[in-house]
């Protein structure tokens, strides 16, 4: 577990390096001076001083109050060759709307801002309000750089736009494709893992495999996603809901969150102790983990005609039995302006209660919070950067 669960494909560093800024802006343009984590070399990220460059007419610039941590982060910086330019990660920020380009719409300053993932606005699958399905979904994502090649952090020799937004940073450059606007009432620096980890899980159950009422579902690796999808699988009255993880704790906390029954599958064999529970099998299966011995089970506990939704870039499918299908899910199927609201609104009667999930830690400790997320202590590691009052 621990493997990327936003897209499919990993960056590669040498196509970052290949890019220039062939649209370097007009050198009268304001500049910001931000703080960032910075991956150079590999661990550990180091906080530097960088020049960001003032929004575009289409763009935002939010002060970022908090970000999460996201499982892509991670690999990220476990797989940094280091002879990339360096880059500024962070793709769950919240934060306070600063400024706005002159074309921006449906923001001000001061609004309460979550971040998502980018997509271009512009392709066919955009434009029919699919914007997990964007052609330009890999450049805009894991690009670092804007559509048009430029980068508002060059003049640091340094890349931004991760998930066009980069929010390990004091500030950063957003759009109205990937802001939306949130309730001030809530503590902004809680709502920051919206953005991707949470939307990724509870997406999935609810948009991509339209978990129904009575449906059992079984959910491999009870992470950040794992357990966002136990808690929609209980939103929408899947039974059973069956959590599948090695560590106790996260078990213990997928019970409190909606599970009906769990499995340590460092001690218990999953197939059958599905079919224990079940009687035959599960109609779906949720799997975060990206193991392929995990993947085999998965498919062979499923009822025909079963789901398996796969989560962290596994490809599966070759060893599928008749019957069943396998996806690849990206962001949940989400809309973001969409999906992140009835979340919030999920939240605030008490029925995704993610908050149990979130550990704070200062900027400054990124690598160790970095750290607990990969040994699993903690599940999902919310850093803050700034004070909603500035
Ligand atoms: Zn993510
Ligand atoms: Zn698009």
Redesign the pocket.
Known sequence: MGQP??GKIFLNTEMVARRTDRLAHPSKVKTYHIQAAVLRTGSPLKIESLELEGPRDDEILVRIVASGI????IGFVDEWDGTANPVVLG??GAGVVEQIGQHVKGVKRGDHVVLSYQSCGHCRECRRGHPTDCENFWEANFGFHRLDGSNALHRSGVRGHF?GQSSFATHTLATERNIVKVPKALPLELLAPLG??LQ?GAGTVINSLKVRKGKGIAIFGTGAVGLAAVMAARVVGADPIIGVDVKPMRLRLAMELGATHIIDNRRHDIASHITRITGSGVDYVLDTTGDQEIYEIAVRTLNSKGIVALLAGNEGADSLPEGRKAISVIQGDAVPQRFIPKLIRLYQTGRFPFDLLVKFYDLKEINKAMADSKKGDTIKPVLRIGSVSN
Request: aromatic content about 8%.
């Open positions: 669960i936003d996201c499982h892509t982060d793709h769950e998930f991707c980890g990724t």
